[in-house]
C-alpha cells in the first residue's frame, strides 16, 4: 500500500554477565498502514526471549494494535 511502512528491530538491553543466567533478546516488527491522511493504524508483534537475563522465565509474546490520529 502507498505510504505504508513496515520495520524490524532486535535489541538486547543491559547485558550484566553476573545477573541471571541468559541474555535477553528482544525482536519486533510491525507494519504501518495509512487509512487516510489523518489516520494511520499499526500492528505490531513483540517477542522477548529470556526476559530478565533468565532462562527460566521462558519466551513473551506482546502484540499491539496502536491506532494514531493526526489533526
Not at 31 to 49: A, D, E, G, M, S
Request: no cysteine; net charge neutral; aromatic share 10%.
Amino acid at each position: 500500500m502507498q505510504g505504508s511502512t513496515t520495520g524490524i528491530a532486535v535489541g538486547q538491553p543491559l547485558i550484566v554477565r553476573e545477573i541471571g543466567n541468559a541474555m535477553q533478546t528482544d525482536f519486533e516488527a510491525f507494519y504501518n498502514i495509512p487509512i487516510n491522511k489523518f489516520i494511520r493504524i499499526t500492528p505490531l508483534i513483540q517477542v522477548i526471549t529470556n526476559a530478565d537475563n533468565r532462562n527460566e522465565n521462558g519466551t513473551i509474546f506482546v502484540g499491539t494494535l496502536r491506532t494514531v490520529f493526526s489533526f
